[in-house]
T-cell receptor, first 113, second 110 residues
């Protein structure tokens, strides 16, 4: 089944403890992207990747890191999480540049205490 | 830096009625304008999308109207059903960047 898989689904952590949210797609998509969703603010783009080893900042990159060493994986790294990073995170992928249908994962609900 | 403004924030429609959600964008570099539907606990799913060289696109009960000169586009849901109750997001995409509206919560009353 074609899908974007995020793990974990839920995560509670404490301020300053490094964490990684994984994202994997099985559709051979070139493009992958991370978003955060906060109530009343829609989805805001954190980072995106047009291809392996190519990443770029979205609208809200501060406090986040990403890497794209393999085509199928695009992990989101929070080196030192803070409470303002408590949010619902979505990973998405598409065939080429992101200017076509985005396939979203099921989301990761992160709480930073 | 709100680049896509969506309205209304919430909408209540009777079953069988027409639901209309509007979006306005600023950046003319965007070249793909989708609408996403999201149910609680799920990721957004593409509903319908349009490119700026087309003024209207219809798929079943869903229609996008696009006005390039006004930099506005809208979603029309005909014959709205209770199963359409969800949050709807417009978006504008281009060159890797994507900007979403703040969302509209649609409630269709039976």
């Amino acid at each position: 089944e074609a899908q974007v898989t995020q793990n974990p689904r839920y995560l509670i952590t404490v301020t300053g403890k490094k964490l990684t949210v994984t994202c994997s797609q099985n559709m051979n998509h070139e493009y992958m992207s991370w978003y955060r969703q906060d109530p009343g603010l829609g989805l805001r783009q954190i980072y995106y990747s047009m291809n392996v080893e190519v990443t770029d900042k979205g609208d809200v990159p501060e406090g986040y890191k990403v890497s794209r060493k393999e085509k199928r994986n695009f992990p989101l790294i929070l080196e030192s999480p803070s409470p303002n990073q408590t949010s619902l995170y979505f990973c998405a992928s598409s065939f080429f540049t992101g200017g076509e249908k985005l396939f979203f994962g099921s989301g990761t609900q992160l709480s930073v205490l | 830096q709100q680049q896509v403004k969506q309205s209304p924030q919430s909408l209540i429609v009777q079953k069988g009625g027409i639901s209309i959600i509007n979006c306005a964008y600023e950046n003319t570099a965007f070249d793909y304008f989708p609408w996403y539907q999201q149910f609680p606990g799920k990721g957004p799913a593409l509903l319908i999308a349009i490119r700026p060289d087309v003024s209207e696109k219809k798929e079943g009960r869903f229609t996008i109207s696009f006005n390039k000169s006004a930099k506005q586009f809208s979603l029309h849901i005909m014959d709205s059903q209770p199963g359409d109750s969800a949050t709807y997001f417009c978006a504008a995409l281009g060159a890797g960047k994507s900007t979403f509206g703040d969302g509209t919560t649609l409630t269709v009353k039976p």
